[in-house]
Every structure is written in C-alpha cells, then in structure tokens.
C-alpha cells in the first residue's frame, strides 16, 4: 500500500511515508492561542500531521490538552503525535508518540503502544541516527538544522550538509527540525528531509492558515 504525502498516514507493514510539513504544537509559542484554536487553523490550511507538546504543563494539564486536540485532530481526519509522554498517547489514544534521547527509549514505548503506532526519534549526530535507523522507530527526526528559539538548550546546530549526511546515514522517513522558515523550507527539502517540522515558524505566525497554506505550497511536490 502507497501512501501519499498528501494525505492522512495509515498505519500498515509498509514504509511510513509522511506528509511534507510536520506541524507542532507548543503552547509557550503559540501568542497566548490555545493549543485546540491553533490546531484548527492548521487543520483548516491542509495540515495532516500535527504534535502536541509541552514541556511545562502538568501531567494532568498535558493529557487533558491532548486529548482535546486529538479529538480535533481525529474529526478533520488527521495524525496526532504527543511529544516525550508514551502514557499520555495510550491514554489519548493518539497515533503515536515523538521520543527523544531523554525520554523513554524507543523499545519501551513500543511495548507499551504496541506495533500498530507511530513511534518518532530525536537524533542530534550521526551515531544517534544510526541507533535509530535499527531501532522499531517509524521515523527519525534530526536536528537543529538551524539556529532555533523553540528550545532552551538547544543542541549544535548541525546544517544542510549535516543533514545530506543524515539522509545516508538512515533508511527511514527523516524529519528536518529546528530554525526551518518559509525561506529556507525547500533547501531543506532538497538537502534530503522527507518532511520539515515547524514550531515558532508556523504556530507563532499572526495567521497560522494562511502561513501553513504558505508552507505547504512551499514543500510540496
């Protein structure tokens, strides 16, 4: 079965094949706009994948949240990644969730979602990317390609020819992160990135539907 990067992502022994923009969620980005308003704008631009994470919520706060989301996320006929929490995307009974080097690592999560989700893994040099591509991770994201607000301790920015090297280095989806805007969003396409996935750049935006219509015409193709 081929999926196209166009539509929703149906789980199956296939390749996962993802949408080109892969928009997130970040409540401490988003102007004050809660995370279901900013999904709807997004969803109402075309986006198909969106993730939801919050690094300062509670547990409570966090699920509740995703929850309303995923619902929103569900009606329109999309996909919905909680970011870190693996017990928070069983309980919200999300698509799947994003790890990163911190967080549960990529087997457990698996075990516990089971092999039909979606299971994402943040890598940062090339030996992380090569843990990854024989992990059960569905798809590798790798970054910052640029210099990146979206996060407090960021880690080295590692560029365009950092990420050629990435593309080498896996066989799996890979997901550009990190600094990517409007202008330099096709570069990072061309440099190899199956997707670009955007925070501040996007969910900061004054009008998030015309700038995800924006960036999904930019990647496309």
Not at 5 to 18: C, G, N, Q
Not at 24 to 53: E, F, H, K, N, W
Not at 196 to 212: C, K, S, Y
């Amino acid at each position: 079965m081929t999926h196209s990067p166009d539509h929703p992502i149906t789980r199956s022994a296939d390749p996962l094949v993802l949408p080109r923009l892969y928009a997130i969620i970040d409540p401490a980005q988003t102007d004050g706009r809660s995370p279901v308003d900013v999904a709807a704008s997004l969803l109402a631009a075309g986006v198909q994948l969106i993730q939801i994470r919050d690094k300062h919520a509670s547990s409570r706060e966090f699920c509740e949240s995703a929850m309303r989301v995923g619902e929103c996320v569900r009606n329109a006929g999309g996909i919905f990644i909680v970011n870190d929490r693996a017990d928070v995307a069983l309980a919200v009974d999300a698509d799947g969730v994003h790890v990163g080097q911190d967080d549960l690592p990529v087997a457990s999560a698996r075990a516990l979602l089971g092999s039909a989700k979606i299971i994402g893994y943040s890598t940062h040099v090339l030996a992380q990317v090569w843990d990854a591509d024989s992990s059960t991770a569905d798809y590798v994201a790798f970054g910052p390609i640029f210099p990146t607000v979206s996060k407090k301790n960021p880690d080295p920015v590692v560029g365009l020819e950092g990420l050629r090297r990435a593309r080498q280095a896996t066989r799996k989806p890979l997901v550009a992160i990190g600094g990517i805007t409007l202008e330099n969003a096709r570069a990072v396409i061309e440099a190899g990135a199956d997707s670009v996935a955007v925070i501040r750049g996007l969910v900061g935006a004054p009008d998030i539907t015309r700038r995800a219509e924006e960036f999904l015409e930019m990647v496309k193709g």
